[in-house]
């Protein structure tokens, strides 16, 4: 199952597995108020990522706990919740979820084991 209709979440927490390539995505959807739902799940597997520093593709292994809010269609209201994924269609496609994530991943600093070390020296 990787739609689920925003409508159809409740209190009672919704369990979601999806699979994309090497990397599962498991957990629960549970509506909190109004147009919110609130996901906790956890990403784990392997994607190719290449280092940073000597730009060398190798193997990462994930095992990421996620937790965010979603809503359904756009919010205009102020929320205090800080995580908030808009999904703008009537059903939560999780695979595009997992995607995003991956992507989010990717997008962090990454540095291959033979580099590690050197990170001391780096400056953030
Ligand atoms: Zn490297």
């Known amino acids: 199952m990787t739609l689920i209709p925003f409508k159809h979440l409740n209190a009672i927490p919704l369990e979601f597995d999806v699979i994309v390539g090497d990397v599962s995505f498991r957990g629960t959807l549970v509506h909190k108020k109004g147009k919110i739902a609130q996901l906790n799940g956890t990403i784990s597997?392997?994607?190719?990522?290449?280092?940073?520093?000597c730009a060398e593709v190798v193997e990462r292994v994930l095992d990421e706990e996620?937790?965010?809010?979603?809503?359904?269609?756009?919010?205009?209201?102020?929320?205090?919740?800080?995580?908030?994924?808009?999904?703008?269609?009537?059903?939560?496609?999780?695979?595009?979820?997992?995607?995003?994530?991956?992507?989010?991943?990717?997008s962090d600093y990454f540095c291959c084991p033979q580099c590690e070390g050197k990170t001391l020296e780096q400056e953030f």
């Open 66 to 106: 996620l937790s965010f809010y979603l809503s359904d269609g756009i919010i205009s209201e102020n929320e205090d919740e800080l995580d908030i994924v808009e999904i703008t269609t009537p059903m939560i496609d999780m695979e595009e979820l997992l995607n995003s994530e991956i992507e989010l991943i990717k």
């Open 45 to 53: 597997g392997t994607i190719q990522i290449a280092c940073d520093l």
